[in-house]
């Protein structure tokens, strides 16, 4: 029986921007590390076209600038980032030592939904 890509899909709403940027970094680790092949990173603000130094959008456009400088390079391929307007998509590299699957804990949301 042939399985489907193994995508795992983050929600960051709710989360301060540090906060949210700090578990978006760790669960891209994660998801390499138990051997998935994509990661969906949900900031939402899919309004927001131009970059923002406050209010909504903030963590969209810390996402971004991320991804832009190579900070999820170790596990993502740089060259298949896509930038939704809603999400981040991190196509994961290979990893052929996957490890049982294992998950840290979820931060507690600040912010209202």
Known sequence: MARGPR???VDLHGHDVL????LALRRVAEA???GYESIELVHGAADVEEPV?????RIKWELRRAAR????SRWADAARTWEK???LVLYLKPNPRARP????REPPRRHRR
């Open 32 to 34: 390499h590390n138990n």
């Open 69 to 72: 400088a190579g900070t999820f």
């Open 101 to 104: 699957e294992s998950w840290s």
């Open 53 to 57: 130094t406050e209010g909504r959008g």
């Open 7 to 9: 995508t795992l899909t």
């Open 19 to 22: 906060t949210a940027v700090d």
């Open 85 to 87: 307007a809603g999400s």
